[in-house]
């Protein structure tokens, strides 16, 4: 078993959900308030239950993704793991041909890696995605050195 250096985080992404649920949950019931009160049918109210249904449902795939999906990094490979679906991917520093990082500079984001045999590995929402780049292409950088 190797030793993680760092996991990421998505501190910043829950911190956002807190702030943003309230209002999008308070805009649905206004909905709700206007469309049953317009109108009152069996299919606006089927339709509004769900709606509303959609609503948690997403909700809750957000947060159980922030809280399952863990990636941890090592010396020399990156561990991609979600304990309730059985996923374990390993990934070799060396194997990564390429780092994209979708919104630089944003608080948190979606890195993309790259393999060297063309397969895409997407990690959402993680805090720091610049500075985990910047770490990765560093660690390729020295074995390359060594290597040399």
């Known amino acids: 078993m190797v030793t993680p250096v760092f996991s990421i985080s998505r501190e910043k992404h829950l911190d956002h959900m807190v702030r943003v649920v309230p209002f ?6 206004i909905q ?10 069996a299919i606006a109210s089927d ?8 609503l ?12 399952t999906h ?16 059985g996923y374990k991917k390993t990934l070799s520093i060396s194997e990564i041909s390429k780092v994209e990082v979708i919104d630089p500079g944003q608080s948190f984001s ?15 929402f ?4 610049d500075k985990i780049k910047k770490w990765i292409e ?11």
């Open 24 to 29: 999008i949950v308070t805009l649905y019931a």
């Open 110 to 124: 979606t890195i993309v890696l790259i393999s060297k045999n063309g397969e895409k590995h997407k990690i959402f």
């Open 47 to 54: 339709a509004l239950l769900f709606l509303g249904l959609c």
């Open 70 to 85: 863990i990636v941890n990094f090592s010396e020399n490979s990156i561990e991609i793991s979600v304990h309730w679906a």
């Open 56 to 67: 948690i449902s997403m909700i809750s795939m957000f947060i159980t993704y922030d809280l």
């Open 138 to 148: 560093e660690k390729q950088s020295s074995e390359f050195k060594i290597a040399a």
């Open 126 to 129: 993680i805090d720091d995605a």
């Open 32 to 41: 709700c308030y206007f469309i049953i009160n317009m109108e009152k049918t």
